[in-house]
């Protein structure tokens, strides 16, 4: 198993640009998770999904959008790219919403917006 | 708000011993703890849940103070390996929800030879 995957690595926008992030698991997990991490800082949640076709908001969404239009596969969207959103952003699943499952992380992106 | 961690950072000589501490002013659910090495994604350390049930690595120890809303992680004779930042996850019992967690400050730990 490959587990969480995140295409790509490293990425540098111009402010107003826009992106997808990629993420992809193989696991069969339910659930997925989009993270921003600032330097120096915990990881904050910007969207999470419980299933194909359903998604939720979570501490910090704006700017961002996101679909799941398949149980592998969970992209993050970034409209109109701002210096703010420079960050490491994090995918992650777990099996399903049981506070006793672990979640599971890709190997992150990290954006730089000038 | 996010829960606050304690210390935010502390240095080990191997073979000592540290506890790191996780408050927050929520009624939590679970307490989860990962470690993030540096420029790597963050690794499932222990959950600890509400009542009692504990589920993590064998040679991992932590605590879960219901009452108090607080969690400790108990790292007994370091190695090396054991650097990195710690983090606690926690989801709370009024918005907590598919394991929604929130993270907290990070505790910075560097163990030296």
């Known amino acids: 198993n490959a587990g969480v995957t995140q295409t790509p690595k490293f990425r540098i926008l111009k402010i107003g640009q826009s992106m997808t992030l990629q993420c992809t698991q193989d696991m069969n997990h339910n659930y997925m998770y989009w993270y921003r991490q600032d330097p120096g800082m915990g990881l904050k949640l910007i969207y999470y999904s419980v299933g194909a076709g359903i998604t939720d908001k979570g501490e910090v969404p704006n700017g961002y959008n996101v679909s799941r239009s398949t149980t592998e596969d969970f992209p993050l969207r970034l409209e109109l790219a701002a210096p703010s959103q420079t960050s490491v952003y994090f995918c992650?699943?777990?099996?399903?919403?049981?506070?006793?499952?672990?979640?599971?992380f890709g190997p992150g992106t990290r954006l730089t917006v000038l | 708000q996010q829960p606050v961690q304690s210390p935010q950072a502390v240095i080990l000589r191997e073979g000592e011993d540290a506890v790191i501490n996780c408050s927050s002013s929520k009624a939590l659910y679970s307490v989860h703890w990962y470690r993030q090495k540096h420029g790597e994604a963050p690794v499932f350390l222990m959950i600890l849940l509400k009542g009692g049930e504990q589920k993590g690595h064998e040679k991992i120890s932590a605590s879960f103070n219901e009452k108090k809303q607080q969690s400790s992680l108990y790292l007994t004779a370091s190695q090396l390996s054991y650097s990195g930042t710690y983090f606690c996850?926690?989801?709370?019992?009024?918005?907590?929800?598919?394991?929604?967690?929130?993270f907290g400050t990070g505790t910075q730990l560097k163990v030296e030879l």
């Open positions: 996850g926690t989801v709370d019992i009024l918005t907590g929800g598919g394991n929604k967690l929130t």
């Open positions: 992650a699943s777990s099996l399903d919403g049981s506070s006793y499952n672990e979640q599971f």
